[in-house]
């Protein structure tokens, strides 16, 4: 079963704007990764950010994360066409040894 | 280095019949994680190997079935395949608390 639930599960927006998903967990993690996927294929790692961490950032993209809510958000600021893909968080609550589990992930949709 | 590849990309079989794919991690990764991603259910997690070992296991029936070599190659087989079998199965290789996927193989069940 799904650990983490993103939210929106569609999100449409003009190029230029910010872009902010949500993710929410069950259990208690070690770390959350959120990953890129593109049209059906494989999934990119975009960001990891651990357990004793609140914010974390990477280029254009930042992330929060509160362990007491158990949610996480990322934040992609002046989006691009090319930021149109499925946005999914993952939990490992082990840092290695158990699988990630993901959640359903939000459809962005970044309009030119 | 060269990412992780998949074999084959495409594949459609019919119910019944049986189906191993391939994936070959990025070299030096000892791990190898096999998801199946569904517009209904999502990314769900089918096995991990590691050094040849099944070391996680997800809750799928025992149709489906994987293993590894020492070259750390994985190959993940399903028997008697179902119409609910269509997906992308996707492989990924870990290092530290990064996995890094595959392209994936889309699997159409007729």
């Known amino acids: 079963s799904q650990q983490g639930e993103e939210d929106p599960q569609a999100l449409s927006i003009q190029e230029g704007e910010n872009a902010t998903m949500n993710c929410s967990y069950k259990?208690?993690?070690?770390?959350l990764q959120w990953y890129r996927q593109n049209s059906g294929r494989g999934l990119v790692h975009l960001i990891l950010i651990r357990s004793n961490e609140r914010e974390k950032h990477s280029g254009r993209l930042r992330v929060t994360l509160d362990t007491s809510k158990k949610s996480s958000s990322l934040l992609i600021t002046a989006s691009r066409a090319a930021d149109t893909a499925s946005y999914f968080c993952a939990t490992d609550a082990t840092s290695g040894n158990t699988p990630l589990v993901f959640g359903k992930g939000t459809r962005l949709s970044v309009i030119a | 280095k060269a990412g992780v590849t998949q074999t084959p990309r495409y594949l459609i079989k019919t119910r019944g019949q049986q189906v191993t794919l391939s994936c070959s991690p990025i070299s030096g990764h000892r791990s190898v994680s096999w998801y199946q991603q569904t517009p209904g259910q999502g990314l769900q997690f089918l096995f991990e190997y590691f050094s040849e070992t099944q070391r996680n296991k997800g809750n799928f029936p025992g149709r489906f079935s994987g293993r590894q070599f020492s070259n750390s190659r994985s190959e993940m087989n399903v028997s008697t395949l179902e119409l609910g079998d269509s997906a992308l199965y996707l492989c990924?290789?870990?290092?530290?608390?990064?996995?890094?996927f595959g392209p994936g193989t889309r699997l159409t069940v007729l």
């Open positions: 259990t208690s993690i070690n770390n």
């Open positions: 990924a290789s870990r290092f530290e608390e990064e996995q890094f």
